[in-house]
């Protein structure tokens, strides 16, 4: 077993070897901070992990040889009046310390709240049942 996915294997004493019979979806992208800081997993993908747009790989040769497991930094400086949000679908949030909480509003208001917050990095739902409500609100 890998310290990073759970998987299932057999022994196969024919073989004299191990069989893998199961591991979750997504394969390696099931582990959590399987990437660095601002980039995604995607397993369809080689390497797995990917810069959001608008990133780029601290050190791309690394990035390369690592599978792409390195910090990802913004390609242009912070501008709090001119960046737009990235919508990324089906993602594991991030770590959750330190967030800004507020169950009543919806995500609409979640982003105009981040949008006037320049240490606003993310927003989200905080709950997607029933076509989603409340507001996280990342500032670091």
């Known amino acids: ?6 998987q299932l294997f057999t022994w ?8 893998l019979v199961w591991m979750p979806t997504g394969g390696q992208c099931y582990a959590y901070r399987i990437c660095g800081r601002n980039s995604y997993c995607d397993p369809n993908t080689t390497p797995v992990c990917n810069c959001i747009k608008g990133f780029a790989p601290r050190d791309p040769h ?3 040889l690592d599978g792409g497991n390195g910090e ?3 390609k242009t400086p912070r501008s709090c009046s001119d960046d737009k949000f990235v919508h990324l679908k089906s993602m594991k949030l991030p770590d959750t310390t ?5 169950s009543r509003i919806g ?3 979640c982003g ?7 240490n606003c990095t993310a927003y989200a739902n905080m709950d997607i049942q ?7 609100i990342w500032t670091s």
């Open 62 to 64: 690394a990035w390369l």
């Open 1 to 6: 077993i890998s310290d990073e996915n759970l």
């Open 112 to 118: 105009e709240r981040c949008a006037k917050n320049c």
């Open 130 to 136: 029933s076509g989603g409500s409340g507001c996280v």
């Open 12 to 19: 196969n004493s024919i073989t004299v070897d191990w069989n």
């Open 98 to 102: 330190g967030v800004i909480v507020d």
């Open 107 to 109: 995500l609409q208001e």
């Open 72 to 74: 990802c930094l913004r």
